[in-house]
C-alpha cells in the first residue's frame, strides 16, 4: 500500500486487505477443521468468517445502506451470528462473506467519508465505519490465525 495515497483510499484498502485475511481463514480447511470448537466460545473458524459476514451487514447494509436488519435476516444479537447451521459449508459461508464485502463496498461508494448516521444515540461517519471494520475484521483474523495454528499442530 502507498502511504501517499488518499485517506478513502487508504481506508478501503486497508479494510480489504482484513477481509482478504478474514476469507484467507477457510483455505485449505476441511469441513471438521472449519467446525472444530478449540476454545470455550463459540468462535470456530467457520463461526468467525460468519460471523464478519454479519459484521459487514450490520455496519453497511443495515445502518449505512438503512434496510432493517429484519430485512436482512440477519441474527439479533452478537452471539447468534457465530452460531453455524447444518447448511453452512466453507463454500458456502466463504461466498457469503465475498458477496457481503462486494456489496458493502458499493454502498460505502455512494456515501462521502463525513456522512454519519445514528450508533448508540450519538453520530458515527463513514470513516468510523471503515476503522471500526478494520479493527474488529483484524482482531477476529488473529483469533482465527491462531485457531488454524492449533489445527495444524494437532493435524
Known amino acids: 500500500m502507498d502511504s501517499t495515497t488518499d485517506e478513502r483510499a487508504m481506508l478501503e484498502q486497508m479494510l480489504d486487505v482484513q477481509r482478504g485475511e478474514i476469507a484467507a481463514l477457510l483455505d485449505g480447511i476441511?469441513?471438521?477443521q472449519a467446525r472444530a470448537s478449540l476454545v470455550p466460545s463459540l468462535t470456530t473458524l467457520?463461526?468467525?468468517v460468519k460471523h464478519a459476514t454479519f459484521v459487514e451487514r450490520v455496519w453497511f447494509h443495515s445502518r449505512v445502506a438503512g434496510v432493517p436488519r429484519e430485512d436482512l435476516?440477519?441474527?439479533v444479537t452478537v452471539d447468534e451470528s457465530f452460531v453455524l447451521d447444518d447448511a453452512d459449508t466453507v463454500e458456502s459461508v466463504r461466498t457469503a462473506h465475498l458477496d457481503a464485502c462486494a456489496r458493502s463496498r458499493e454502498?460505502?461508494?455512494e456515501h462521502d467519508l463525513d456522512?454519519?448516521?445514528?450508533w448508540h444515540g450519538r453520530p458515527v461517519s463513514l470513516r468510523f465505519?471503515?476503522?471500526?471494520?478494520?479493527?474488529?475484521l483484524a482482531r477476529h483474523a488473529g483469533h482465527g490465525d491462531i485457531l488454524v495454528e492449533q489445527l495444524r499442530a494437532a493435524g
Request: overall charge negative; glycine content about 8%; cysteine-free.
Open 30 to 32: 476441511d469441513e471438521e
Open 46 to 48: 467457520l463461526g468467525l
Open 73 to 75: 435476516g440477519i441474527p
Open 107 to 109: 454502498i460505502a461508494a
Open 115 to 118: 456522512e454519519q448516521w445514528e
Open 129 to 136: 465505519v471503515h476503522l471500526q471494520l478494520i479493527q474488529e
